[in-house]
């Protein structure tokens, strides 16, 4: 058994307890182990990325129980792409946090971001479907901390919604595992996977019902309409950077629902069918349209980048709603341009909000001062998330529509009307805010409230440059992908890297 | 049995829905906390309903009750009683801070703090 693909669940949860019991008034050092342990997850993401690439999908089971009947974490090619995406975004996000101080604003920040880390790890190795859930809550209850961290009127009651709303999710994915449990008699994906194909027709209606109860909580997770309305209010209210990690939050519904509907549901399941495929599809071409028309109207820049988020799960959906390796492989190369992209916007609005005073898109242009550096940057995450060139949101929206020539005429014109206006949407925002609003900078420098924070642009630009890699290398990176989607949609060596010890206990 | 379970379950989930929808922070905390106590019953009941089995396969046994439920049902429990912690203190946090107990925010200053 590899040993390291524990590591990413277990680094976090020993560092984090170490900040919050040995250095909880210590700033420094609360800094300086969480970004080292956020380079030694990269190096460690890195590393296991390259070993689930040579390697067929690998099982780790955990106290030796062989599956079903133990817990099992399963490193497979997506899987190691959402840990090493997560640990590059953590790591950055961590960057900006400290050069921006925010982790100054209020207590145990980053105990919470590395415990908030476990969570999304643990939920993208796992191989249970339980396990799953409780890994939900760690990453869920670390974000409800995060989200009201520094405080306020506002951002408190955000998070009641936000903690209710997902409260509410929560509870039905029980309700659904219960249900998943009494009809097939086991929790573990890979298991599940062999006893959905021979399940009695009587039970079918059970297990539609459970898995389209999953759905609707994979649905909240990922911000779908109709279950998107907790989304503007909570990342609009979040501390800028966490907004940025939420960026992978949404994403985690997109990964629970291609995971757990191409190897328990695929689409040729007696019991299932497509209906899956049917409901994903029409919820996702609105989820388009809302974001769009929301990026277009919306009243501050929060809010604008928090419609970005909507409408890019919404495209991400179009093509996981298609359920065929074509459109799973143009699915991820966006969810990973997506994630970039929709993090760099949110720290780029909170650079923006910290200079302005406010993110206010109405009333009279507030002036403040500017180098065009910040406007440039905004530029480049709106040119990103509308999805036009050089950026690779454009190569990400081309390689979802060719995947989607069967619906050419209404795919397409919804995708590319909503994409028309996030650009008209973000033209309005810029110009609104950076243009006719230059002031000249103070004689005395003395109000500046976080000095320096060079390190906060750093930490835009790595994801900047990240958005141009994931351009240059489009080639090498769809090539790597359209593997990984092949592999998700032949089950067979998934299955057998979990099932396969079932006969030597 | 059976039905005595059922309407137990389908109860709380309705009143639970209905605190849930009154939009004020107290009732929606006991709405959510009888929602998780239907789950937990459904879970339980979802490695069928046994009287006085053992949960121990034993071949001469005559039937066994599923032990896994109860430990899921156990999770579940910790689970909850966490965040209904979580979202107890978060609601008095807001309610201090506003001095108003509503859940729903109107949208004209949402995302304009710092």
Redesign the interface.
């Given at each position: 058994m590899n040993h390291w693909i524990v590591v990413p669940v277990v680094l976090p949860a020993m560092v984090a307890p170490l900040i919050v019991l040995a250095m909880r008034n210590d700033l420094l050092l609360q800094r300086v182990f969480g970004l080292a342990s956020s380079v030694v997850m990269v190096a460690l993401a890195g590393g296991l990325l390259w070993s689930a690439s040579v390697n067929p999908p690998q099982a780790y089971f955990l106290g030796d129980w062989p599956a079903p009947f133990g817990i099992v974490l399963v490193l497979d090619r997506l899987a190691a792409l959402m840990v090493a995406l997560t640990a590059v975004l953590a790591l950055v996000v961590q960057l900006y946090v400290v050069g921006s101080g925010w982790d100054a604003r209020g207590k145990h920040f980053h105990a919470l971001f590395l415990f908030q880390v476990m969570g999304l790890n643990g939920a993208f190795l796992t191989g249970d479907a339980?396990n799953l859930f409780?890994f939900f809550?760690v990453l869920l209850?670390a974000s409800?901390g995060l989200m009201?961290h520094g405080?306020?009127?506002?951002?408190?009651?955000?998070?009641?919604?936000y903690?209710?709303f997902n409260?509410?999710g929560?509870?039905l994915l029980?309700?659904a595992?219960?249900?998943v449990?009494?009809v097939t008699g086991t929790l573990n994906l890979a298991d599940l996977a062999v006893k959905v194909a021979s399940l009695p027709p009587g039970d079918a209606a059970l297990l539609r019902v459970a898995g389209v109860l999953m759905m609707l909580v994979f649905a909240v997770k990922a911000a779908l309409v109709p279950l998107q309305f907790w989304l503007?209010?909570t990342y609009?209210?979040a501390p800028g950077p966490v907004a940025a990690l939420f960026a992978v939050m949404t994403k985690v519904g997109a990964y629970a629902v291609i995971r757990v509907y191409t190897l328990a549901f695929p689409t040729e399941t007696a019991a299932t069918g497509t209906l899956f495929a049917d409901l994903l599809a029409p919820a996702a071409l609105v989820t388009i349209a809302v974001g769009s028309v929301g990026v277009l109207g919306a009243?501050?820049?929060?809010?604008q980048a928090a419609f970005a988020a909507i409408a890019s799960m919404g495209m991400l959906f179009v093509a996981v709603a298609a359920f065929q390796p074509q459109a799973t492989s143009a699915a991820l190369y966006y969810l990973v341009h997506s994630t970039l992209a929709g993090a760099a916007l949110f720290l780029i609005v909170d650079l923006v909000?910290?200079r302005r005073g406010?993110?206010?898109l109405h009333g009279a242009s507030v002036p403040f001062v500017q180098s065009g550096l910040l406007a440039a940057l905004f530029l480049a995450a709106a040119v990103a998330l509308a999805g036009t060139p050089p950026l690779s949101g454009f190569i990400g929206k081309l390689l979802v529509l060719d995947a989607l020539r069967d619906d050419m005429v209404l795919v397409w014109s919804v995708v590319l009307a909503g994409s028309f206006l996030m650009i008209l949407g973000f033209a309005r925002a810029g110009s609104h805010v950076f243009w006719k609003s230059q002031a000249s900078a103070p004689d005395d420098q003395t109000d500046d409230r976080h000095g320096p924070d060079a390190l906060a642009f750093a930490a835009v630009f790595a994801l900047m440059a990240g958005l141009a890699a994931l351009t240059v290398f489009a080639g090498p990176v769809t090539a790597w992908l359209d593997t990984t989607a092949q592999g998700l949609h032949d089950r067979e060596a998934y299955i057998v890297a979990v099932m396969a010890r079932e006969g030597e206990g | 049995m059976e039905v005595l379970i059922a309407s137990a379950i389908g109860m709380m989930t309705a009143s639970g829905i209905y605190l849930l929808l009154r939009l004020r922070t107290f009732p929606m905390i006991v709405g959510l906390s009888l929602l998780s106590y239907a789950v937990n019953v459904f879970l339980f009941a979802s490695g069928r309903l046994t009287v006085g089995m053992a949960p121990i396969i034993d071949k001469a046994a005559a039937g066994y009750a599923d032990p896994l439920p109860q430990a899921l049902v156990l999770t579940a429990i910790v689970i909850s009683f966490g965040m209904t912690a979580v979202i107890v203190m978060m609601a008095l946090g807001a309610y201090l801070h506003s001095g108003d107990d509503r859940v729903d925010m109107n949208d004209s200053s949402v995302g304009d703090e710092r």
């Open positions: 339980f409780v809550e209850i409800y009201i405080g306020g009127r506002d951002r408190l009651r955000a998070g009641v919604q903690v209710a409260l509410i929560s509870t029980l309700f595992l219960a249900l449990y009494a503007p209010g609009a209210n009243t501050t820049l929060a809010r909000a910290d406010s993110g206010a | -």
